[in-house]
């Protein structure tokens, strides 16, 4: 399973840092991939890293503000967002990828954006 | 980015109803298409992957058929518990993007 930290509600210029810990299966043979929903809207996908190696990359939206990092010795993922606006108020979500598909997702965690 | 568009948008339906919902790529993905059923508060969960198919524990009454930029999502004989947003979602390029989402609420 993959569950992730709580809810966080920040101001306008901050950072937020999510995290996703996993558990049940092995950590390092799954790519975990980030994807944000905003109130009402559909899934965008922010971006991925390689358990194994670390090699993270990063849709060209959030490219200069999204940072995806791991620790395996605590089997969690975690995704950094800075520069936040109210526009990135929304549920962010962890979700493994498996032959291409997003075949285990954590909980979800709501990011408010408020002055 | 490839966009994916789905119709229709909303659906009323009743129970035993078939529904089909469809899911349009403005490029050729081939068959990296996959679907995802959401119900409120829920984390979105795989229903098929590469076009059709099938996933372990998902019921059979739901199937998926398409390839290159085509794709269609059929619920055979829908129940009441399959009220809920569907969205497909392509792998075949970065970034991977998702329909806009098609919601069927139950009449």
């Known amino acids: 399973q993959l569950v992730q930290s709580g809810a966080e509600v920040k101001k306008p210029g901050a950072s937020v840092k999510v995290s996703c810990k996993a558990s049940?299966?092995?950590?390092?043979?799954?790519?975990m991939h980030w994807v944000r929903q905003a109130p009402g809207q559909s899934l965008e996908w922010m971006g991925w890293?390689?358990?194994?190696?670390?090699?993270?990359k990063y849709s060209q939206k959030f490219q200069d503000r999204v940072t995806i990092t791991r620790d395996i010795s605590a089997t969690t993922t975690y995704m950094e967002l800075s520069g936040l606006k109210s526009e990135d108020t929304a549920t962010y979500y962890c979700?493994?990828?498996?032959?291409?598909?997003?075949?285990?997702w954590g909980q979800g965690t709501k990011v408010t954006v408020s002055s | 980015d490839i966009v994916l568009t789905q119709s229709p948008d909303f659906q009323s339906v009743t129970p035993k109803e078939k529904v089909t919902i469809t899911c349009r790529a403005s490029?050729?993905?081939?068959?990296?298409l996959h679907w995802y059923q959401q119900k409120p508060d829920q984390s979105p969960r795989v229903l098929i992957k590469?076009?059709?198919q099938p996933i372990s524990g998902v019921p059979s009454r739901f199937s998926g058929s398409g390839s290159a930029t085509d794709f269609t999502l059929t619920i055979k004989s829908l129940e009441a518990e399959d009220a809920a947003v569907y969205y497909c979602?392509?792998?075949?390029?970065?970034?991977?993007?998702f329909g806009q989402g098609t919601k069927l609420e139950m009449k």
């Open positions: 979700a493994r990828n498996s032959d291409s598909t997003f075949d285990l």
């Open positions: 049940g299966y092995t950590f390092t043979a799954y790519a």
């Open positions: 890293i390689s358990l194994g190696n670390g090699n993270a």
């Open positions: 490029h050729n993905i081939g068959s990296n």
């Open positions: 590469y076009a059709s």
């Open positions: 979602h392509q792998s075949d390029s970065l970034p991977h993007t």
